[in-house]
């Protein structure tokens, strides 16, 4: 077998739903979740407890959201 698409007919080509979606972000850019991962990680490092650290990420969140909203 080689892979060709003949010997396989029930199965079905990746589908491409998902991919314009994944071609908008820029290279390098970075997502939320790991804008607040790296976060964690920094505070981690720096020896908080887990607590403190969810605290400083919710406060440091929400302080973006109406910060960009009062800037609109």
Same mark, same amino acid.
Not at 35 to 62: F, H, K, M, N, S
């Given at each position: 077998?080689?892979?060709?698409?003949?010997?396989?007919?029930?199965?079905?080509?990746?589908?491409?739903?998902?991919?314009?979606?994944?071609?908008?972000?820029?290279?390098? =850019?970075?997502?939320?979740? !790991?804008?607040?991962? &790296?976060?964690?990680?920094?505070?981690? %490092?720096?020896?908080?407890?887990?607590?403190?650290?969810? =605290?400083?990420?919710?406060? !440091?969140?929400?302080? &973006?959201?109406?910060?960009?909203?009062? %800037?609109?």
């Amino acid at each position: 077998m080689d892979g060709r698409a003949g010997e396989f007919p029930d199965r079905q080509p990746p589908s491409p739903v998902g991919d314009p979606m994944k071609s908008k972000r820029k290279p390098g =850019a970075m997502s939320l979740w !790991t804008i607040i991962e &790296a976060l964690q990680a920094r505070l981690e %490092r720096q020896g908080l407890e887990r607590d403190v650290i969810d =605290a400083a990420v919710v406060t !440091t969140l929400a302080y &973006a959201v109406n910060g960009a909203a009062g %800037r609109a």
